[in-house]
């Protein structure tokens, strides 16, 4: 005759099966986010190469965060007044996949139903591409492209916001003020006619109470989308995975040797 399982048995069993689903579940999970991060880092990279190819087939010129359009072209199928970087990058890539991050919600990442890529997870450096209304740049104005970022992760919305998607097509900047207008000079803190370099101190200070998405550029960018740090495409076509203080520590500042675009008067919406 078998002899059935008492209660203290059953009790045990189940303590053991609880105690290895505590210690497993945080290791899938773990898992889980280190296999979105190394398909965030494929994106970056990927992303970082059509940058390459792009300026290469145009004189070395950088795309633009955005470019005006004439929307009112009957070639142009979307009613919009603007064509955004993954719009002109994406010729070199033809994957709407890589401008998707899994760590990202999907519902923040609407950009328009009419664009070849109407979701993006990625936001760029305005130094490196100029917005609509700034200069153009040249390539061969980089000094260090190894050391220079192009892009990076896209916050989809502020803690404080109360839940208000940011838009999808800005940039972002390692700058105070974001967009200095060229009159300024860089100097150690931005002052009537300087501008400076961001701190991580005053970053998360403002992230705390900060609702609209012009008051500090640099937290348009999501820094801590992997816990501790956030993925980078580099000038140089290479890509990294790093926490926000290497990024803006001023022995090696990695947003530009200075803010590149060259503001226009009376056009540039500069600070």
Same mark, same amino acid.
């Given at each position: 005759?078998?002899?059935?399982?008492?209660?203290?048995?059953?009790?045990?069993?189940?303590?053991?099966?609880?105690?290895?689903?505590?210690?497993?579940?945080?290791?899938?999970?773990?898992?889980?986010?280190?296999?979105?991060?190394?398909?965030?880092?494929?994106?970056?990279?990927?992303?970082?190469?059509?940058?390459?190819?792009?300026?290469?087939?145009?004189?070395?010129?950088?795309?633009?965060?955005?470019?005006?359009?004439?929307?009112?072209?009957?070639?142009?199928?979307?009613?919009?007044?603007?064509?955004?970087?993954?719009?002109?990058?994406?010729?070199?890539?033809?994957?709407?996949?890589?401008?998707?991050?899994?760590?990202?919600?999907?519902?923040?990442?609407?950009?328009?139903?009419?664009?070849?890529?109407?979701?993006?997870?990625?936001?760029?450096?305005?130094?490196?591409?100029?917005?609509?209304?700034?200069?153009?740049?040249?390539?061969?104005?980089?000094?260090?492209?190894?050391?220079?970022?192009?892009?990076?992760? $896209?916050?989809?919305?502020?803690?404080?916001?109360? !839940?208000?998607?940011? #838009?999808?097509?800005? @940039?972002?900047?390692? =700058?105070? +003020?974001?967009?200095?207008?060229?009159?300024?000079?860089?100097?150690?803190?931005?002052?009537?006619?300087?501008?400076?370099?961001?701190?991580?101190?005053?970053?998360?200070?403002?992230?705390?109470?900060?609702?609209?998405?012009?008051?500090?550029?640099?937290? $348009?960018?999501?820094?801590?989308?992997?816990?501790? !740090?956030?993925?980078? #495409?580099?000038?140089? @076509?290479?890509?990294? =995975?790093? +926490?926000?203080?290497?990024?803006?520590?001023?022995?090696?500042?990695?947003?530009?040797?200075?803010?590149?675009?060259?503001?226009?008067?009376?056009?540039?919406?500069?600070?």
């Amino acid at each position: 005759m078998k002899r059935a399982f008492t209660l203290i048995e059953l009790l045990v069993v189940i303590a053991i099966i609880a105690i290895l689903a505590a210690i497993l579940f945080p290791v899938f999970a773990q898992a889980k986010e280190a296999a979105k991060k190394a398909s965030c880092l494929s994106n970056m990279k990927q992303q970082g190469l059509a940058i390459m190819m792009y300026h290469q087939d145009y004189d070395d010129e950088m795309p633009r965060t955005s470019t005006d359009v004439d929307y009112m072209d009957p070639t142009y199928i979307c009613p919009k007044l603007r064509v955004y970087w993954i719009e002109a990058v994406y010729p070199y890539v033809k994957n709407k996949g890589v401008f998707v991050c899994p760590s990202q919600r999907e519902k923040d990442l609407d950009v328009y139903a009419c664009s070849p890529v109407p979701k993006n997870a990625y936001i760029s450096n305005y130094a490196a591409m100029p917005a609509h209304d700034f200069g153009s740049i040249n390539y061969s104005v980089f000094g260090d492209p190894a050391g220079l970022i192009l892009n990076t992760e $896209r916050r989809g919305r502020f803690p404080a916001s109360g !839940g208000e998607i940011l #838009a999808p097509y800005k @940039g972002t900047s390692g =700058f105070l +003020p974001g967009q200095p207008c060229s009159f300024r000079t860089l100097a150690d803190r931005p002052g009537r006619n300087t501008y400076g370099r961001m701190s991580e101190a005053k970053a998360r200070k403002d992230l705390l109470t900060q609702t609209d998405d012009d008051t500090n550029l640099l937290n $348009r960018a999501n820094y801590d989308e992997h816990g501790n !740090g956030a993925q980078y #495409a580099f000038a140089d @076509g290479h890509a990294k =995975f790093m +926490p926000l203080s290497r990024t803006l520590d001023p022995a090696h500042f990695l947003w530009g040797e200075y803010f590149y675009p060259r503001s226009i008067d009376g056009v540039s919406e500069c600070d």
